[in-house]
């Protein structure tokens, strides 16, 4: 199975990439591990994590305060989100309208 980022979860991700760098060196590399590692968890167990909505589920990160909102079509896995856990729920839902993830 493959993934796939929506450019605004993708965007987040380097962003709260970049603000882990700016607080300690390293950090950030750490961040970004740990989401990796979420991915791969999704990958290898699809339907295993929360159901957050109609079609979305959510993995939590291990070490960090944020969760990956993904959908599943098919053979790939769709990253809607790298939610911030402290971020109002459900402000990425107007991502599943964009068509970013049309076949």
């Known amino acids: 199975m493959k993934y796939r980022f929506h450019p605004e979860a993708e965007s987040e991700f380097n962003d709260s990439l970049a603000y882990y ?6 950090l950030g590399k750490e961040f970004a591990e740990e989401v990796y590692s979420t991915i791969q ?3 290898q167990y699809p339907n ?3 159901k957050i909505t109609k079609g979305c589920k959510r ?12 959908s599943i079509k098919e053979d790939c896995i769709f990253i809607i989100a790298v939610m911030p856990l402290s971020r109002k ?4 839902e107007n991502r599943l309208k964009s068509g970013h993830f049309d076949a």
């Open 41 to 43: 968890r999704i990958l």
């Open 59 to 70: 993995c939590l990160t291990k070490r960090f305060p944020f969760g990956v909102i993904y």
């Open 48 to 50: 295993a994590w929360t």
């Open 21 to 26: 760098d700016s607080i300690k060196e390293n």
């Open 89 to 92: 729920p459900g402000y990425w």
